[in-house]
């Protein structure tokens, strides 16, 4: 590590397990980044908490072998993501490492890696002229990382306004070259590269305004689609207990969310799962740029093996890349699975440092923590009149599948959207397991969101939305009745209610994940399909006897399942379509 | 961590609880071995001079004087290829009568793998029976636990499993496990010649609860070595992992902390996770697969125990009686292997997937006829048709004595959907029910 006489330094006094006690000789802040000195290694860690002259200090690193009498060297700033071109496509660990960089098989303490290649060239073109007034988030130039225009900007960092004294001209360029020479109010002259730092805990906010967000973000599932349909800036959270399919539905959006690029924070999950995106990433088209899907993706590992205090900040890292895409009026989609686990370390740590426990000893502001994080997603308005945003979706593993715990409570309050996944529903192998009864979409009710559904699909869209809802629920309450008083002891127009329902849910709700034509729906299909199951629910039938519903409905779901699978509108298509339609006029009612 | 050339010994203890002891001491590094009059301890805290020791067999009879001397390393186990065919304690010392074993000292408890440098698990384990093939096939590189009652015969199944599994070796981490119930693994793996494969490291009922946090890191420090070194395919089976978890609130207990859910510590889930996340396919060949048991009390998978497992696992298997043809199978319902899509309708027939979920489906069909029959209510034609399915199903392919291969299995599934059910009930894609569906049964 470099020398630095200006540095504060510290010796090591206590250790429980990786919070550790450092006596400081001189001034240290909250959240300030040290490293600890141990035998040749040097392990990164973050101050929490300072009394007198001691520092609180959690590492991101096992403490194994730590002795008392360790130096320690605090670095005068933040924990702090490093933004610039190469970002897209990396796997990074909860601390912005590059994982790819890393020699071995297994992750060595200590091994650090750059997240920025500061020697890669990129095509530089310049947006901004000498002489131009511009303020941080301001774009100066342009270079292209895969197939995005992504913006070389006046650093975040910067407070007040600058002129732009020079600009590099249109070139090839190493990322760490001057870009520009910005100057001060006070004539002070201050470089910029590609390159630029800004502290994870700290919100971006180079934009005037955050608008309510009203465009619809198109994700191929059509219980989220049609039913409860998120927004490009919202904020969504998917609660379930394990086995309900929360992975399965988040992998479904990363690979089919139609955004500018995805952020997947794996946040203390399974690390097969992340390896199961480093595999499949890399050959899955992106449908509507035609390139891989990796190549909008960034990951952001912190698998449940690895340190603990570095999955808190994992998600904190994945936010503020988003932030940065966000500044350059891109649609980001940042996912992180699980903000149970983020929330599981804030608990050990606040444990450890004997803090009065709040509810199931998480800390007491863990719902303020919560909330925050949330409302740095959001749709904004840049300084330069466009538009960026982030839509968060966050999953939550409830302990015991119980959703009154206070993860999912305070994220409840947060988020708008609410995919509850249901385990009697993935019991029945009905996926994705979304609740269609409890789940909700806030946004459903945003009159500039309706304004935007009644142009995009159609004006009454929302109407048989809402129908298809009502449905459903006089389906299940049909379907109770039926089990409490036995299938003949209710009119045949109860099993009618039921079956109508079923074929809502089997239709439209239920999605086979891995089929190559069902597991995304377009938009245009969606609509196709919810007004064809419309159609058949609002159709009078004839029965004779309650016996006769069951078969004829089992065929009805058959065909339209079949329609599912098939390509749409393809020959195959319309041809179970034909069939369906003839099924239907066999018991037409005059 | 350097070794020390003489070994300072202190004999002055300030402070005694049931698992722990305090002292002043210096130059002690976090996690290090000491010897507390010849007990085995671990460091757990230091503040300033004052260190505290976790005693792993309890601290019953120690003085403030006992002879307290650090061994200058975290625990530690030689590894070579002559820990095939041992049996050994939590500390790793043979308990078999035969000599120590020679090797390269391993630190217990090591660093994780790169996730960027994990390979897709892809390689089925066959195990021939339906439960696990057919509906929850598993893979190398998978962890995955049952959930039991204590009463269920899951050892019974975790060794067939194991010796099916054609793994080149077994390496069993007992927690708890009761005198029998070692002997019975030892003689099943005796019986069937596999002996020179098996690696045991136990904790039985008999030896003290705070021993047994050391068995998966000793039992996992072993399968790295074959799995890593060696390039083998190792299954490790934990087993009971609930009593492992008991062991961790019993000492987190001791030192003060507030305990979370179920007074379990709030570190349960990364403690959990650190021994489940071993389990890993290398990209050189070689393999470590866990396959657990954690025990339920009364069912309960809400306890925080099975539920922070079922989070980290990639799945979970349930046993279950079915009075119906009053044999143990594997609960379709509950059971889950998450990774059976890596290999399912890939390296087994292309319809296992649909015949899978409909076979599951029709299956929960029954059951709902079944609840119905129970309240009261008259069945419909249907109904009686899916109970019939069901009860063959059960009997041909969910219980856990039938042993067939997974295109059996699928032949067998076509046979059950033919006999009871017509093509449009049974829901499947139609190029497969063109391809299989049996016209003349």
Redesign the interface.
Known sequence: MMENKNRTKGVVSGIIANLVMVEVSGPVSQNEICYIELSGESLMAEVIKVIGKVAYVQVFESTRGLKVGNTVEFMGHMLEATLGPGILSRNYDGLQHDLDKMDGVFLKRGEYTQAIDPNAKWDFKPLAKVGDAVSAGSWLGSVKENWIDHKIMVPFKFEGSYKVKWLAEAGNYMASETMAVLEDENGKELPVTMIQHFPVKLAIKAYTEKPRPYRLMETGIRIIDTLNPIVEGGTGFIPGPFGSGKTVLQHALSRQAEADLIIVAACGERANEVVEIFYEFPHLDDPRTGRKLIERTTIIANTSNMPVAAREASVYTAMTIGEYYRSMGLKVLLLADSTSRWAQALREMSNRMEELPGPDAFPMDLPAIISNFYARAGYVRLNNGSTGSITFIGTVSPAGGNLKEPVTESTKKAARCFYALSQQRADSKRYPAVDPIDSYSKYLEYSEFQEYLSEHISVDWIDKVELARNLLLRGKEANEQINILGDDGVPIDYHLRYWRSEVIDFVILQQDAFDKVDSSTPLERQQYMLNLVLNICDTSLDFDSFEEVNPYFKRIINLLKQMNYSDFKSEQFNNFENELMATLNERKAA | ??TIAFKKIYTKITKITKATCSLQA???????MAEVNGRLAQV??????NVTLQIFSGTEGIPTNAEVTFLGR?PMLKVSDDLAGRFFNAYGQPIDGGPAVEGEER?IG????????????SLLIPTGIAGIDLNNTLVT??KIPFFADPDQPFNQVMAMVALRAKADKIILGGMGLTNDDYLYYKNVFDNAGALDRIISFVNTTENPPVERLLVPDMALTAAEYFA?DKKETVLVLLTDMTLYADALSIVSNRMD?????DSMP??L??DL??IY??A?Q??DGGSITIIAVTTLSGGD????IP??T???T???LFLRRDTDIGKVIIDP??S?S??K?LVIGKQTRADH?QVM?AA??LY?DAANAK??LE????L???DERTMKFAREYSQNLLAIDVNIDTTGMLDKAWGLFAKHF?K??V?I??EFVDMYWPENA
């Open positions: 961590m350097e210096t130059g002690v590094g976090y996690d290090e757990v805290k230091i503040n300033g001079d975290p630190e090591g660093p994780s793998v790169n996730p960027v440098r994990r390979i897709q698990p590189g998978q890593f902390q507030i305990p979370s859910k709030g570190s889930y990364s996770a650190k996340e071993k890993v290398f990209p998978i809400t306890h925080a539920d922070n079922g989070y980290i990639e799945g979970q319902f509950r889950l998450r990774l899509q997937p979920n599951v489906r929960a609840t119905k309240n009261g209510f008259d419909t034609a249907y017509s449009a009930e829901g894609k139609q």
